[in-house]
Structures are given as structure tokens and as C-alpha cells.
């Protein structure tokens, strides 16, 4: 079955950076688009980053664009979001995410806290 795994999360200050990773099995990796989704407290879900397959090129949501950037490995089935320049605002769930045959499929996030 589709697993996808989030790991990198924490508390960092406004400033700094941050790499987050998304392990991902069960289906063939390569030949998928992968997304990054943050959620903050009492905010709806927003989309930060898409990674094409099989070469990986990217697109950013304007608020990240310039500060984020992601990238994949298809020999480790893992997608990265590389998050520099951190700013309060910053602070979510983030979630890794693909569209397997029809279904979305998302990681359980992981937790990243830019504060002070």
C-alpha cells in the first residue's frame, strides 16, 4: 500500500533553515508527482511545492518562492523541501502528498515551529 513518511520537523528561529524529507513506498516513486502541503492552526491546507517526475523540476507557491526549495531522489523514493530564511508565518504541519491512480494519499505531516 501507498506509505508516505514525514521527518525533518522542528522548532527553529525565524532566520534559519530547515530540510525536510518524504519517504515514500508502495507504488512506483519515479513516475509520480509529489507535493509539499502545509496546514497552520485554524487555516486551511495550502499547496508550497510540486516536483515532476521523473526529473524533479519544481514549482513554488509565491510565498515560499525564492526561500524554499525541493528536489527528488528516485533512488531513495524520498522527496526533500529545503526551507531557508524561515519566518514565523512559516509555522505548519507540513505534508507530503502524491496522486496515486486517482486517490491522494498524504503523509501525517510533520511539525515545524519558527519562533523565538
Known amino acids: 500500500q501507498v506509505q508516505l513518511v514525514e521527518s525533518g520537523g522542528g522548532l527553529v528561529e525565524p532566520g534559519g533553515s530547515l530540510r525536510l524529507s518524504c519517504a515514500a513506498s508502495?507504488?512506483?516513486?519515479?513516475?509520480?508527482?509529489m507535493k509539499w502541503y502545509r496546514q497552520a492552526p485554524g487555516k486551511e491546507r495550502e499547496l508550497v511545492a510540486t516536483i515532476s517526475p521523473p526529473g524533479g523540476s519544481t514549482d513554488y507557491a509565491d510565498f515560499v518562492k525564492g526561500r524554499f526549495t525541493s528536489g527528488r531522489d528516485n533512488s531513495k523514493r524520498t522527496v526533500y523541501l529545503q526551507m531557508n530564511s524561515l519566518k514565523p508565518e512559516d509555522t505548519a504541519v507540513y505534508y507530503c502528498?502524491?496522486?496515486?491512480?486517482?486517490?491522494?494519499?498524504w503523509g501525517r505531516g510533520t511539525q515545524v515551529t519558527v519562533s523565538s
Open positions: 502528498n502524491t496522486n496515486y491512480r486517482g486517490l491522494m494519499y
Open positions: 508502495g507504488f512506483t516513486f519515479s513516475m509520480y508527482f
